[in-house]
């Protein structure tokens, strides 16, 4: 009996060995680590535009929304004061590297800070390059309602959305964040999981499983990468006027691989 429990807990260490960020084991890519001063790099980056979703329908590409200063890319969600001509009750600023640079087959990291509003809903997020959501997938690196101490970490696909097996395997975690400091929030991409990060503590992971049910993993493929500060919606719910505007302040993206 001792000699199985040894097998079993030498078993559960190797599972989760492969989910724990090793600094030996992983070399840095790309960073972007925001210290040109005035303005993000238009190479990499690109203003998400408005639309019809909850996420995207504040969306704007009005300039004081954006910032590059002190190292840090400053995102804002703000009340519509300004542009009478927009029926936007809010506007709000978002960047993704889409058609710039995509990510696979590694670690994505992300130091922020995350100011805290009654309606705010900062996220970091991927989309496949190619595909349709939500056949395609999407994986939510971070969401934070409103002044959470926590933070949600989810996948999205044909499987979990249209099927709705979202608990075989389970399809979003939470976890603890610093609400009035910066954390960092981490997801890697994997041929058959992704493993999800806080702070370097592992909150959850979606594997590849054998299923005869369609689209369960199509996370192995290109992924770009989406910042954004939101507001509103039908899952944060309305926002207090009052405490807009509130910021998000991203210190670093960076992203690391195995050495071949």
């Given at each position: ?57 504040f ?47 590694g ?103 054998e ?11 290109p ?24 910021e ?13």
């Open positions: 009996m001792k000699n199985l429990y040894a097998v079993c807990l030498a078993g559960l260490s190797l599972l989760m060995a492969a989910c724990t960020p090793s600094p030996h084991g992983w070399q840095l890519v790309w960073e972007d680590d925001f210290d040109q001063d005035g303005t993000f790099d238009a190479a990499v980056w690109s203003k998400i535009p408005r639309g019809g979703s909850d996420w995207n329908n969306m704007s590409d009005d300039d004081t929304l954006f910032a590059v200063r002190d190292g840090q890319l400053i995102l804002r969600g703000v009340q519509n004061l300004t542009h009478p001509e927009d029926t936007a009750a809010f506007l709000t600023g978002g960047l993704y590297t889409k058609d710039k640079k995509t990510f696979m087959d670690r994505l990291e992300i130091k922020a800070k995350l100011n805290g509003a009654k309606g705010a809903w900062p996220a970091f997020w991927m989309l496949p390059q190619e595909g349709q959501w939500p056949m395609g997938g999407e994986i939510d690196i971070m969401e934070r309602l409103n002044h959470d101490s926590i933070a949600y970490q989810t996948v999205h696909s044909h499987y979990t959305y249209d099927l709705g097996f979202k608990d075989t395997p389970p399809h979003g975690s939470t976890g603890p964040i610093h609400p009035e400091d910066y954390n960092i929030y981490a997801v890697e991409l994997y041929a058959d999981s992704l493993c999800f990060f806080i702070n370097d503590v592992h909150t959850f992971t979606y594997p590849r499983i299923t005869e049910q369609e689209g369960q993993f199509p996370f192995h493929q992924f770009y990468l989406l910042v954004d500060m939101q507001l509103g919606g039908s899952w944060v719910g309305t926002v207090d006027p009052a405490e807009v505007p509130v998000m302040y991203i210190d670093w993206v960076r992203f690391y691989q195995k050495p071949k």
